[in-house]
């Protein structure tokens, strides 16, 4: 089990920025890739960056290419989202996502969702 606790939304003027936070515990040494995932009203969840948790590679959603950075600290065991220049169509629930099962590829544990809102 992989325990997931979200930190750092908010509510910002458009062209700020945010960061926010995914710190893990439980079965740590199994997670293979960190997500991050955001929903906004009346959407469907949408991918936003992702990042491997031992090599540390990272992939983006091409609207937040430039603007967002995902990282991670892996003796705290925390992901971080970095996210600057926001747009009012950033605003949504963010979610991080543990894939810890192989063969990997499915997010198999979630957090509980940090509200950004980005105001024009």
């Known amino acids: 089990q992989v325990q997931l606790v979200e930190s750092g939304g908010g509510l910002v003027q458009a062209g700020g920025s945010l960061r926010l936070s995914c710190a893990a515990s439980?079965?740590?040494?199994?997670?293979?890739?960190m997500g991050w995932f955001r929903q906004a009203p009346g959407k469907e969840r949408e991918f936003v960056a992702r990042i491997r948790w031992s090599a540390g590679t990272t992939y983006y959603r091409d609207s937040v290419k430039g603007r967002f950075t995902t990282s991670r600290d892996n003796a705290q065991n925390t992901a971080y989202l970095q996210m600057n220049s926001l747009k009012p169509e950033d605003t949504a629930v963010y979610y991080c996502a543990a894939d810890t099962n192989f063969p990997y590829g499915q997010y198999d544990y979630w957090g509980q969702g940090t509200q950004v809102t980005v105001s024009s």
């Open positions: 439980g079965r740590t040494a199994s997670i293979y890739d």
